[in-house]
DNA sequence: GCCGTTTTCGGCCCGACTGTTTTCAGTCG
């Protein structure tokens, strides 16, 4: 938590810099936000164990910004940040998290119109006085316009990955007290859904006070909304709230299913239930005045002559005619997770290097790791040319023989993520592509297309037979940028035609493809693969949230292609 | 402000795209 506070703040000193012209330093406060982020230690425990040098074998940490950081750990402040914070008073989050506007905009904004916030940004727009700055003109303006609806959409959403790992801290205290039966998560963010309100958590307790009271004294929150004898709400300090509820034992399987939702499932069980004759909500399934069932969530669902439903299924989406029929899908877990196929090494972009990457697949269980780096188009990630894909085959060789002396049982396999360019090409020559296991295939550039156009792009592309996997396909960034313009049923038509494989990206500002993608996908017969698209060691932990979300979209083993061992995954990758 | 099998000082991933500017600046990846 503090590692994201500190990366917070650096990373708004660089834009800082930036708007200030100042030289080379923001690059220096950028790389010590990617250091921070992707530690897989909080900064404070460093200090403690280590010291200041400690805090200086951090990436991108060096003697200045190692003092900083103690200054945060032991005042809460860093002090030159309060001075540029006072002298541009501006919600650089706000400003930044519109498509198109960056430092020297923002630093514009500032001088000539006093903008200092999403709200003064929208007002001068609609004024028409951007146009008339310089550098912008009625296009810039109605492109901001377009961005700043796109943020309205998805404001107050707070992306999965943001709540999840917060709310599930403060389950694991208050699991502790003895006070506490039963605890569970609710909401959308039980169903596991890609953004997320707030969060809801329920629990059994005879004695509400005592839980309360520990769950507004939890650590990291910003003020408490309420609190009554049942229910408290809170709000954190990453700006999102929490509500508590504490239910008696006998309501608490019909209280979880109530409060997980969503509303379109239970509006429907509901009247599923008054055709048995029965009355269910959030206290109990009654015939009459006796209640039938309650106190569990599968005897809600039993009451009414349905199986468990998984709660990322219940979106009204026909998980209830599925029950009915029996037809349910067993839905993929962590478990079945054998490999990821999607991650980068130090060759390029990767904070790690390949051996280091192999060290922690192991360490999650893991058979196989795909190195996926970028190709040359990228050169800003110092995308490999055709040579070097060959001299990285040579380590992946030697690290693989390795293995088999120490009887490891793990493989690293070559990829490449290659780029699809404007025509639909691949800019890797297709010899050095036969060369590799596997090939992955993505949009990184001109993704402002026409629908026709992008659509026969990545058909191309997927019509090449060393491309295997297609990457984040559809492109979208949550919370900052739509999907491309494609007929995805026609994609889908063709990766079953060519056996070509989609990507559902576990990265938690993409998640793509999305749940309803996903679904569409397996009924399609299309095969999909679950990757981090790691760029350090510590984000393959990201696995979760792609499986989450393959959950979301009725995923199966037999549709998800790292669920399969390493035989079946190579014989399908080969034939197809 | 960081970093170092070309350097403890002098470098610091760079190309494409967009919109505006008729020769370039800002943003993005």
Known sequence: MVNRELAKIFSEMAIFLRMKEVPFKPQAYERAVLGLETLNKEASEIYQQKGIEGLKEIPGIGENLADKIKEYLETGKIRSYQKLKQEMPINLEELTAVEGIGPKAIKLLWSKLKIKNLKDLEKAARAKK?????????????????????????????????ILPETQKIVSNLEKLKEVEEISLAGSLRRGKDTIGDADILVISQDPGKVIKSFISSPGILKVWG??????????????????????????????????????????????????????????????????AGTTESGIYQAINLPFIEPELRENRGEIEAARAK?????????????????????????????????????????????????????????????????????????????????????????????????????????????????????????????????????????????????????????????????FERVLKVAKETGTILEISSSPSRLDLKDLNIKLAKEAGVKMVINTDSHSASQLELMDYGVIQARRGWAEKKDIINCWSLEKLLTFLKTN
Request: charged share 25%.
């Open 130 to 162: 951007l146009r008339l700055l310089p550098g912008f003109g009625e296009k810039s303006e109605k492109n901001i316009l377009t961005g700043i609806g796109f943020l309205k959409k998805s404001q107050g959403r707070f992306l999965l990955s943001e």
């Open 327 to 487: 037809r349910l899908p067993r839905l993929i877990t962590l478990k079945n997770i054998f490999g990821d196929l999607h991650c980068h090494s130090s060759w390029n972009g990767g904070q790690n290097t390949i051996s280091e990457m192999a060290q922690t697949a192991r360490a999650r269980g893991y058979r196989y790791l795909g190195i996926a780096d970028h190709t040359k188009f990228l050169r800003i990630e110092n995308g490999l040319d055709e040579k070097q894909l060959l001299n990285q085959r040579r380590e992946i060789d030697k690290l693989n023989e390795k293995f088999i002396k120490q009887g490891i049982d793990l493989k690293i396999l070559q990829g490449c993520e290659a780029n699809i360019l404007e025509n639909g090409s691949i800019d890797i020559n297709n010899q050095a592509l036969e060369g590799l296991d596997f090939v992955i295939a993505g949009i990184h550039s001109q993704m402002k297309m026409t629908k026709a156009k992008m659509t026969a792009r990545i058909i191309r592309a997927m019509e090449n037979p060393n491309v295997d996997i297609i990457s984040h396909p559809t492109g979208r960034i949550l919370k900052k940028r739509d999907e491309f313009q494609i007929d």
């Open 227 to 292: 609190q009554g004898l049942k229910k408290a709400s809170i709000r954190t300090k990453q700006g999102f709230d929490i509500d508590l509820r504490i239910v008696p034992r006998k309501s608490y399987g019909s209280a979880l299913q109530y409060f997980t939702g969503s509303k379109e499932h239970n509006i429907f069980l509901r009247k599923m239930a008054m055709g048995k004759g029965l009355k269910l909500n959030e206290y109990g399934v009654f015939h009459g005045k006796k209640m039938i």
